[in-house]
């Protein structure tokens, strides 16, 4: 059992219908933020959260600090629901579990003073002499001289300064968890780095628990002691930091590593095997929510070709459902498949060769595919020509078919993690 955890937490957002949905006589759109997320986080540690813009990162902090309540599942700080915690004693569960936000400009009341806002988490449990002299202290913690704060308003301070007086009021009723989003992200270089440091030192001095969550990789794998990592509000793989974010054994994971650019200039950057984020959070694709970008995702058994080829025809599969223009207006079924087959990559993510063979075009007969296969992506291309989609989505049922497309993989341990994945990756050999 941890200290703080999440049990089975699903949070839902949407849902109400507008005038909208009325006007158009549909039911409104939900997302999913987080999915069925389990996790524990152990007394002294740093939990680390990684994961893109929109993955429910934040979510995940508010549910932890109990700004919002799950759709389902349990939040438990200490052994005991946090939800009941609120409500017996909303003020000592608040002092134990505090959270420090991303944007200082939006986090602090820009006309309040440096001490009246670290003051305000103690106000009613302790006498005024004993909250200033406490204010003093904890503003000494994070790099503050007292003297030259106290009576200073957020909105004539730096975003650094800001950040600071935001982490003095969170240390200031000496919680047991700090639960910090994307907490130096908004700061330059140089601050980022002297307020990782202090928050080092503090985790000592205090004996803190962290929960940091961040999009930022190298971040995540300098302070973290086990990490999380989250795909459209799912779990895929968690474990050690090291293990996970050195080794991977999720595509994603992997994907996120290669993209991310070495501090080490003679290493040379490898490409992130992705294609471009779904930016429609509500569209959440059926089983793995990974598999539309995935270069791993799992044929069929008996399908005879590469997994590249595969990768393609499945692209191919999915732009018929979706209308993609591109297929439009072409004359012959290569002409459709010349297009259909294309993984768009994004631009920096592709190597020198991707450039020159994988532009706009793909060669149909070079593709590494069984006569069958071959023969049923003519069937489809050749009803796209006839702007017949249902047939050309027909032509590809039972061939061009994935187990990631069906079923939500569960987490299972694989060499010391555990990896939500019909296939994980094999371990890679040292270089
Ligand atoms: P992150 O912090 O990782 O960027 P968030 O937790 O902010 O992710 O958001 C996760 C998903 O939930 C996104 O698709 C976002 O659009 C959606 N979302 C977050 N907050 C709300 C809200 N208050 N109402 C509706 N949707 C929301
Ligand atoms: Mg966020």
Redesign the pocket.
């Known amino acids: 059992m941890g200290l703080i955890e999440l049990d089975g937490v699903t ?1 839902t ?2 849902g109400e219908r507008g005038l909208l949905d009325v006007l158009r006589r549909r039911e409104p759109d939900t ?4 999915d069925d997320v389990s996790l524990a986080v152990e007394r002294g540690e740093t939990y680390g959260v990684l ?12 549910l932890l600090v109990a700004l919002d309540a799950p759709s389902s599942g349990a939040v438990r700080f200490d052994g005991r629901d946090v939800d009941a915690q609120i409500e017996t004693d909303e003020r000592a569960f608040r002092a134990r579990v505090q959270p420090v936000f991303q944007d200082p400009y939006e986090s602090l009341n820009p006309r309040v003073s440096v001490g009246r806002t670290v003051a305000e988490p103690l106000v009613g449990r302790r006498d005024a002499a004993a909250r200033r002299e406490r204010v003093r202290d904890v503003l000494a913690d994070v790099g503050l001289t007292p003297d030259a704060y106290l009576d200073a308003r957020p909105r004539d301070l730096s975003g650094g300064e800001r950040q600071r007086v935001a982490l003095a009021r969170a240390l200031a009723p000496d919680p047991d968890v700090v639960v910090l ?2 907490p130096v992200s908004m700061l330059d270089a140089r601050t980022r780095a002297a307020v990782l440091d202090r928050l080092a030192t503090l985790q000592d001095d205090y004996g803190l628990t962290y929960v940091l ?1 961040s ?1 930022d990789y190298r971040l995540v794998r300098g302070v973290a002691d086990r990490v999380a990592v ?1 795909y ?2 799912r779990v895929v793989e968690r474990g050690p930091t090291e293990a996970v974010l050195d080794r991977p054994r999720h595509p994603y994971t992997a994907a996120l590593r290669d993209a991310t650019p070495t501090l080490d200039p003679t290493t040379e950057r490898r490409h992130a095997d992705v294609t471009p984020a779904v930016t429609d ?2 569209d959440s694709p059926a089983g793995c929510r990974f598999h539309p970008r995935c270069p791993r995702v799992v044929p069929p058994d008996d399908w005879t070709g590469s997994r590249d080829a595969f990768r393609r025809a499945l692209r191919f599969r999915r732009r018929i459902a979706e209308r993609d223009p591109v297929l439009d207006g072409h004359g012959s079924p290569d002409a459709v498949l010349a297009h259909g087959l294309v993984l768009d990559l994004p631009r920096a993510h592709r190597t020198a060769t991707e450039r020159d063979t994988d532009g706009a075009r793909v060669d149909p007969d070079a593709l590494d595919v069984g006569r069958d296969e071959r023969a049923a992506l003519v069937d489809a291309a050749a009803a796209v020509v006839r702007d017949d989609h249902e047939a050309a989505d027909a032509a590809l049922h039972g061939v061009v078919e994935t187990v990631c497309a069906r079923d939500a993989p569960p987490e299972r341990p694989v060499d010391g993690r555990r990896v939500a994945c019909h296939d994980p990756m094999p371990p890679e050999r040292d270089a």
């Open positions: 949070k957002y949407g997302v999913d933020a987080l994961g893109e813009s929109g993955s429910g990162k934040t979510t995940l902090c508010r989003d994307e969550v999009h989250l459209r509000g959070a509500a």
